[in-house]
């Protein structure tokens, strides 16, 4: 599937019905979490958008654009492109595109409870993949005369990224780490592949005096 395929599904799920998460935040306030992951080449980003009770109805009807108390998948897509577009990321000072790969939609009950939390999946591509040092710069302009954010860095799934140090504004609109890349050892791999031929050389000497090299057999006539 071409990465800039927009695939949006508009889920109602009562799992969804947590009331840790709307005693978290005040009722007039829309908070906006985002997790970071890096990987060589991708980033990937996780976006929560939970409304207060009070801001609930607002934010509803940011999506639904026609009024008819329904949220279309069409509509769905086209805020979950809203709040891309808000989001600056670059990486070594360079920007990168963010594409929008999912978005879930409570029910407006949810919502108008502090309960519903909208989902949105996305990625950015085109990420340096070379060894050493890149620092990662991410900010959220999305709504800010309503909504207070949080944003973290996930850890690493590859193993030869490492993530430095970070930093973060006081209203947490944004986010700047550090990471690395370590490079691959390709002299560790040849010191590998030595050391196996060198166990196999062993093996085979040790075992010539037993008589186990049968392809020289000779027959008594």
Not at 14 to 39: F, K, N
Not at 52 to 59: F, K, L, N
Not at 94 to 119: C, D, H, K, N, Y
Request: hydrophobic fraction near 45%; avoid cysteine.
């Amino acid at each position: 599937m071409n990465r800039r395929t927009v695939v949006v599904s508009v889920v109602v799920m009562g799992i969804w019905l947590r009331p840790v998460q709307a005693s978290a935040h005040r009722l007039d306030e829309y908070l906006q979490a985002t997790r970071l992951s890096i990987d060589a080449g991708q980033v990937g980003l996780e976006i929560d958008l939970t409304p207060g009770v009070r801001v609930a109805h607002d934010v509803f009807e940011w999506m639904d654009t026609n009024r008819d108390g329904l949220v279309s998948p069409v509509e769905a897509d086209a805020y979950a492109r809203e709040v891309v577009r808000s989001i600056v990321l670059s990486v070594d000072g360079r920007p990168l595109s963010v594409t929008s790969l999912e978005i879930a939609v409570p029910q407006f009950a949810q919502m108008s409870l502090g309960l519903g939390t909208i989902r949105i999946r996305a990625s950015a591509h085109d990420v340096p993949v070379s060894w050493g040092h890149h620092r990662l710069a991410f900010v959220n302009t999305h709504k800010p005369e309503s909504s207070v954010y949080l944003v973290n860095v996930l850890m690493p799934l590859d193993g030869r990224i490492e993530i430095g140090g970070e930093w973060r504004d006081p209203a947490q609109h944004g986010l700047t780490f550090d990471y690395s890349i370590m490079p691959v050892r390709s002299w560790s791999m040849a010191g590998s592949l030595f050391a196996g031929l060198l166990m196999a050389g062993l093996l085979g000497v040790t075992r010539w005096p037993r008589g186990s090299h049968i392809a020289v057999r000779t027959t008594k006539v």
